[in-house]
């Protein structure tokens, strides 16, 4: 069975030339490419941000498909299972609750 990724990739290999895939867009279209904004990309993908220029950055059209993709499925995936239920509070004892320390 094959990995997200490899899913993943298949599919994008199957709507775009391996060329295309390799294009570095800059952030702005990143970002619509990836429904990520441009601070997330930055701060939680530096390791997909190309640098272009001193004040430019930029991101391969793969890397920002591949981020929108594994952020829909986790979004699939967050709604089809049930989230943990907390435990509820415990009561705290009231003072004449708590048993009493007698010295002898």
């Not at 952030?27 to 997909?48: C, G, I, N, P, Y």
């Not at 829909?72 to 049930?82: D, I, L, N």
């Amino acid at each position: 069975m094959s990995s997200l990724a490899d899913q993943i990739v298949a599919r994008l290999l199957t709507m775009m030339t391996p060329i295309e895939l390799l294009r570095i867009v800059e952030m702005e279209e990143a970002e619509r490419l990836s429904s990520l904004s441009t601070d997330t990309l930055v701060r939680e993908h530096a390791d997909k941000v190309v640098k272009l220029s001193s004040r430019r950055n930029g991101m391969r059209v793969a890397h920002a498909l591949m981020l929108r993709e594994i952020n829909e499925a986790g979004t699939v995936q967050e709604r089809a299972s049930p989230r943990p239920t907390a435990k509820p509070p415990q009561r705290r004892r009231a003072r004449h609750d708590q048993p009493e320390l007698h010295a002898e």
